[in-house]
């Protein structure tokens, strides 16, 4: 998917993976993300990084955790 103009395209990314995956596939496709060269601290037009945002959600433990093993900040 690309990013819709002013969003960085590694944060859009980040974000649907993150909506449409289950964690443990979330987590193996942190390691691809991170391969490709993209930035897991990534922000979003408010400067905020996803780790940020999933740490706010009820059900974002497995997430957030899957981030901080891959070096979210």
């Known amino acids: ?3 819709p103009e002013g969003i960085n395209p590694d944060f859009h990314i980040l974000e649907k993976a993150y909506r449409g995956m289950k964690a443990e596939n979330f987590d193996t496709f942190l ?9 897991i601290n990534a922000t979003n037009l408010n400067g905020k990084t996803l ?3 999933a740490s706010g959600h009820r059900h974002g433990d497995d997430y957030v955790n899957a981030l901080k093993r891959h070096g979210a900040a």
């Open 51 to 53: 780790l940020s945002i």
């Open 1 to 3: 998917f690309e990013a």
């Open 31 to 39: 390691g691809f993300f991170q391969e490709a060269g993209h930035d």
